[in-house]
């Protein structure tokens, strides 16, 4: 069964919640289980039964029930699906890091947040790490979630005073990749992170990790070591050159082109807005030593680091007003040849999943609706709603999956709403229907036409229609006892 729409949701990724009582578990798992079929709007909204509101709020309440504690299930489950993954052959797992800022600026008896958006407001700076499978960009699970509190800095804090603070936010690469802990033999888990982690502390703590490797975005143009022209022919004892990694990078030969997937992005300040599209791209690659700064910048070693770098270029013109696609990436695989470069510019297109993921949490979820007067109880409900946003990615993956024209729809939703949406959609409420054909007909409800050019639905289309049939599914319920009084 997959939890992702609602059969045992709440009990397989909330039932080991260690809680202090099994009673509080039980209430988890159900406030779990009726959220993950209203999961939009206010608390209020997706629990429309007062008594099963305060019985939230009751739970929340408890010291117990921290944010750790609700997320502990959901990311012991991850961990064991990411072994397991390795076990039956399934390859390369990527973990990848981003953070979004949750503002909770108008709960004023939440006086302990931190400052987001340049000071104006407060809240939280959420750094999430998804699991991702490398080959088809399914989620796995969220392993990891760390809620930042930015501090107030003085102003004439020196920068060896700023580098030294334990709340130092470029901490949180290196925090969120120990939260995964060690990576176990036989697997693969590669972190992929934009352009935010490229800090020195956080590369080093990469090389040191036992199997600890990575694909980052470049954002400083650094001095690196490279060998002439002659080392690069392979000749031993060439001489290393110093030179910006950026020019260094733009001046690697081409191993060939590719297709990349560009998304849709709208409007920044500066910036027009950019429409998706499919961008033909050049790839080189080619060793580079990064070397130590002359500063020391956070807690690392002092050892250079031996490293590729990977530039992706647009080759075409890109349409009026929007940039080319470039990244420059760094990571510790190796990558000589035009199929490892292809193998790390494909991880690093993956990381936009957690962007749409934090715009499920957001959107999705209505991460930023409570209005809980405590720090308290406030964090377990976003490591709660983190959960299920993780599961509305779920629901589009579940319509990619190659064996989805196969399965039966009723192996991974309950029955009730396989024959209501069944009955609206094609009048039949008892014929058989696959899980692909059950999804798009979901989708149907949020939106999509389902025609060939439309592609496969998104998330959030397929989250609004299963707010839709979830509704659908309770007028049903509602009107089935005077069916059977009246029949």
Same mark, same amino acid.
């Given at each position: ?65 921290? =944010?750790?504690?609700? *997320? ?12 397991? =993954?390795?076990? +039956?052959?399934?390859?390369?797992? %990527?973990?990848? =890091?981003?953070?979004? &800022? !949750? ?11 931190? &400052? ?15 699991? /991702? ?23 004439? #804090?020196? !920068? ?64 690196? #070591? ?18 910006? %990694? ?26 027009? +807005? ?8 050049? /790839? ?20 250079? !680091?031996?490293? @590729? ?37 494909? @991880? ?6 957690? #962007? ?15 209005? !809980?007067?405590? #720090? ?7 490591? %709660? ?34 024959? /209501?949406?069944?009955? @609206? ?13 059950? *999804? ?18 998104? @998330? ?17 319920? +509602? ?9």
């Amino acid at each position: 069964m997959d939890a992702a729409t609602g059969i045992e949701f709440g009990r397989e990724h909330f039932g080991k919640a260690e809680l202090g009582d099994r009673r509080r578990t039980e209430r988890l798992v159900k406030t779990a289980d009726r959220i993950m079929g209203h999961p939009g709007g206010t608390l209020p909204s997706k629990l429309s039964e007062p008594a099963e509101l305060k019985a939230l709020y009751r739970l929340v309440d408890r010291p117990e029930v921290t =944010h750790e504690a609700v *997320l502990a299930t959901h990311r012991q489950r991850t961990l064991r699906l990411m072994r397991e =993954h390795a076990a +039956a052959g399934g390859g390369v797992v %990527l973990t990848i =890091h981003d953070a979004t &800022q !949750l503002d909770y600026t108008t709960r004023r008896s939440l006086s302990g947040l931190g &400052q987001i958006a340049k000071g104006r407001h407060r809240g939280y700076l959420a750094h999430n790490t998804l699991a /991702v499978d490398a080959a088809d960009g399914r989620v796995i699970g969220l392993v990891s979630q760390i809620l930042h509190k930015r501090p107030r800095v003085p102003k004439r #804090e020196s !920068l060896e005073q700023r580098r030294a603070r334990r709340d130092r936010e470029t901490r949180l690469w290196t925090a969120g990749s120990e939260a995964v802990g060690p990576v176990p033999a036989g697997c693969v888990w590669v972190d992929v992170c934009d352009r935010g982690a490229d800090v020195f502390e956080y590369l080093d703590h990469k090389h040191r990790q036992p199997g600890g490797l990575y694909v980052v975005r470049s954002k400083h143009d650094r001095n690196v #070591e490279v060998k002439g022209e002659a080392g690069r022919e392979g000749e031993d004892g060439a001489a290393a050159e110093l030179t910006k %990694l950026h020019a260094h990078a733009r001046s690697l030969p081409d191993l060939g082109t590719l297709t990349v997937h560009v998304g849709a992005r709208p409007a920044k300040p500066g910036e027009a +807005a950019r429409r998706a599209r499919d961008a033909r791209v050049r /790839v080189a690659a080619g060793p580079v030593v990064l070397r130590v700064p002359a500063r020391r910048a956070g807690d690392h070693g002092d050892e250079p !680091l031996a490293c @590729w770098v990977v530039h992706v270029k647009e080759v075409d013109p890109p349409p009026a007003g929007e940039r080319p696609l470039e990244w420059v990436l760094l990571t510790n695989v190796p990558t000589d040849t035009m199929a490892q470069a292809a193998e790390r510019v494909a @991880w690093y297109a993956r990381r936009p999943v957690v #962007e749409e993921y934090h715009k499920a949490m957001k959107t999705g979820c209505g991460i930023e609706l409570p209005q !809980l007067t405590a #720090e308290a109880r406030l964090q377990p409900v976003i490591a %709660l709603l983190s959960v299920v946003a993780v599961m509305l990615l779920g629901l589009r993956d579940d319509a990619r999956r190659p064996d989805a024209e196969q399965r039966p729809a009723a192996a991974f939703v309950p029955a009730e709403y396989v024959r /209501v949406l069944s009955g @609206w959609r094609w009048q039949d409420p008892g014929r058989p229907t696959t899980a692909r054909e059950f *999804l798009l007909a979901v989708a149907r409800l949020g939106g999509h036409q389902n025609r060939k050019a439309d592609g496969l639905p998104g @998330w959030l289309t397929i989250w609004r229609g299963w707010m839709a049939l979830h509704h659908m599914v309770l007028g049903a319920r +509602a009107v089935a006892p005077r069916r059977k009084r009246y029949g």
